[in-house]
């Protein structure tokens, strides 16, 4: 079990999401009496970004199909089962509420028996019931172990407009065909954008970063929309300039000294860590 007491290690996953179509992060309505019907989500200075929940829901749900993948054809990280639940659904959660609360109860006696701390063991027995997802991007009963910045829009200078607008229309789902009186428009930030990406990961092994990695190969090969509206072609990029850093508690000292405490990691070395501990 990863602990959630103490610190063990950090890695930092760096890299540049390079748009090649235009992309659609929508924010709420606009308050602005000529607005978009669907604005970009900005920074109050304007400069459009990706917020870190919409990475890590992208990332998060490529993973799960990826490791249910993986489960079907029972493979396994040194001999532990490899899977993800469907943390949307009560009855297909891997641990559900009232699980939650028996586990509780199950800990509280334990703690009395051998006096521990109660929530070391109810820590315990919440790891051992959830799955391989939820123990690294968290659950509602557990702290997440992956963070994802927001990520800012890099190229300014670049682009000849930070925004554009698109028309689009209801479709009759009976006609298939645009159905009347229902018009409106959405804004897009242009293709040609880059955003920086940077995922904070702490206590976590080379597998399971390597897990992360395995998810993210498919941005990086182009393959993993974000955003909305992907269906319609926009939200496609590819994820460049990959760097992968970490450092772990003997280092401590060095980040209190204002030294650099990271060392570089291949990207490709935990992936093939993660490689060789699948069977």
Not at 44 to 57: A, N
Not at 69 to 80: E, I, T
């Amino acid at each position: 079990m990863s602990s959630f007491f103490s610190f063990e290690n950090r890695w930092i996953v760096d890299g540049t999401l390079q748009m090649r179509t235009a992309l659609s992060i929508g924010s709420r309505v606009s308050l602005m009496p000529a607005g978009s019907d669907l604005p970009v989500m900005k920074t109050p200075e304007g400069v459009p970004l990706i917020p870190g929940s919409s990475i890590k829901g992208v990332v998060r749900s490529h993973l799960e199909q990826l490791l249910r993948a993986l489960d079907s054809l029972d493979r396994r990280l040194h001999g532990v089962r490899l899977w993800a639940c469907d943390p949307l659904d009560e009855q297909q959660r891997c641990v559900s509420a009232k699980r939650k609360d028996e586990l509780h109860q199950a800990a509280q006696e334990v703690a009395r028996e051998q006096s521990v701390e109660v929530d070391k063991v109810f820590a315990q027995k919440l790891w051992e019931e959830s799955c391989t997802a939820c123990r690294l991007f968290g659950s509602p009963w557990m702290a997440s172990r992956v963070s994802f910045q927001d990520a800012l829009l890099q190229n300014q200078e670049d682009l000849p407009h930070w925004t554009e607008v698109r028309d689009g229309v209801g479709i009759d789902r009976d006609l298939g065909s645009a159905k009347a009186g229902i018009k409106y428009d959405f804004e897009t930030v242009p293709a040609g954008s880059q955003f920086r990406i940077r995922v904070v990961v702490e206590n976590a092994s080379e597998e399971e970063v390597g897990l992360l990695l395995f998810a993210l190969e498919s941005l990086r090969r182009g393959e993993l929309p974000v955003g909305g509206k992907t269906t319609r072609g926009v939200g496609w990029g590819e994820l460049v300039e990959l760097r992968v850093r970490r450092f772990d508690k003997a280092r401590l000292v060095d980040l209190l000294a204002g030294r650099d405490p990271y060392e570089e990691i291949p990207a490709g070395q935990a992936l093939q860590r993660l490689s060789a501990a699948i069977g």
